[in-house]
């Protein structure tokens, strides 16, 4: 029997609230996950990973994808001009 290696990778910026997210997802991986951490505050040398979050379409963090998948749970709408002009910004 096989076991498929699952690769999970978190999204951070060295917030609280990431820190928490990052040892929560320590906590739940098993042998079978190959767990890489992001730190977009940080970058990466090759950007590789202002690529993926960008292609991922992560816009806020912590956030994190699985097989290459972002998961449901951290899919949020870019802020764009628009949402912020019917929230009342930029009007009189």
Request: aromatic letters at 4%; glycine letters at 6%.
């Amino acid at each position: 029997m096989t076991i498929t290696k699952r690769k999970v990778e978190l999204f951070t910026a060295g917030c609280p609230i990431c820190h928490d997210a990052v040892e929560l997802v320590k906590s739940v991986v098993c042998p079978s996950c190959d767990l890489q951490i992001y730190d977009l505050r940080e970058g990466c040398a090759t950007n590789e990973c202002q690529d993926k979050a960008r292609r991922y379409g992560i816009t806020a963090v912590p956030a994190v994808a699985v097989n290459g998948v972002l998961l449901d749970c951290c899919r949020r709408a870019p802020i764009t001009a628009e949402l912020l002009r019917t929230a009342g910004i930029g009007r009189d």
